[in-house]
């Protein structure tokens, strides 16, 4: 399945990356574009469908209250 392209949006000296939510099998890759972008606070907003250890690992803090799947708290 083709996933959309992620969008930086730019507001102030804000920095937002909207992207689709990625799956464990997909996340090597997801990871290579948060890395691409400068992403450092990661802010989930639907449920979890991956690990989010792998994120933190490089660095990327993870935020959210979602319920849900591996990794969530």
């Given at each position: 399945?083709?996933?959309p392209a992620p969008v930086e949006?730019?507001?102030?000296?804000?920095?937002?990356?909207?992207?689709?939510?990625?799956?464990?099998?997909t996340l090597s890759k997801f990871?290579?574009?948060?890395?691409?972008?400068?992403?450092?606070?990661?802010?989930?907003?639907?449920?979890?469908?991956?690990?989010?250890?792998?994120?933190?690992?490089?660095?990327?803090?993870?935020?959210?209250?979602?319920?849900?799947?591996?990794?969530?708290?």
């Amino acid at each position: 399945m083709n996933r959309p392209a992620p969008v930086e949006i730019t507001y102030e000296n804000l920095r937002f990356l909207i992207t689709h939510n990625p799956t464990n099998a997909t996340l090597s890759k997801f990871i290579e574009e948060l890395k691409k972008y400068g992403v450092t606070t990661l802010v989930r907003v639907c449920d979890a469908t991956y690990d989010q250890a792998p994120i933190e690992k490089e660095g990327i803090q993870v935020l959210g209250s979602c319920s849900g799947g591996s990794g969530s708290h």
